[in-house]
């Protein structure tokens, strides 16, 4: 049988609000009755409701990243460092892929009532009007690829090209080699 929080409060000796207070905001608690509540949570296997939860805190702890396509390495090294920041602050991330789906997926962030979402697909592939509504949700948004985006409604990672390409540059220029070539790939809207 599932345990509860009347379980844990039983077991440690204290008030359910106790227990609430140890695991939202153990600075009202004193060592000692943390030290008892964690025993118990421990013991009896307790796993906090996070549906619940989110009803009284109105946060999800749920955060989304969109991505175009995650067969691409470049995202896979993003949705690692990505989700091991997220897991320090308690967040569950969830992770969607394909062009396809985009839109449908800014719908879903809203009936989830995800705490905040993170872009890095291109504008043209979904509704920007979908994604300033996440924001109209209270939704937080940060995008990445999109220099397009109104920067007083959605925040903004770029990557610094100019130092990159430099700093390639004075790497090869170190090796000895001195006639080097720089290619731009323009991709077109499909």
Known sequence: MKATRTDV???AGVSTATVSNVLNDP???KDETIERVTAAIRQLN???????RSLSTRR?????????????????????H??????????????CTGIK???HYFDNFITRGLDGAFVAALPYKFDMDRLYNLVEHDI?????????AELRRVSMIENDYITAMREAMRYLADLGHKNIAYFIVLMQES
């Open 9 to 11: 409060a039983k077991l």
């Open 27 to 29: 600075d009202k608690v």
């Open 46 to 52: 307790y796993r906090p409701n996070m549906i619940a």
């Open 60 to 80: 999800t702890m749920q955060i989304g990243i969109v991505l175009e396509d995650i067969r691409n390495p470049y995202y896979g090294e993003i949705v690692e």
């Open 82 to 95: 990505f989700e091991d920041a997220a897991r320090e602050k308690g967040y569950f991330v969830n992770i």
């Open 101 to 103: 789906n985009l839109d």
């Open 140 to 148: 937080r948004v940060t995008i990445s690829g999109n220099t397009n």
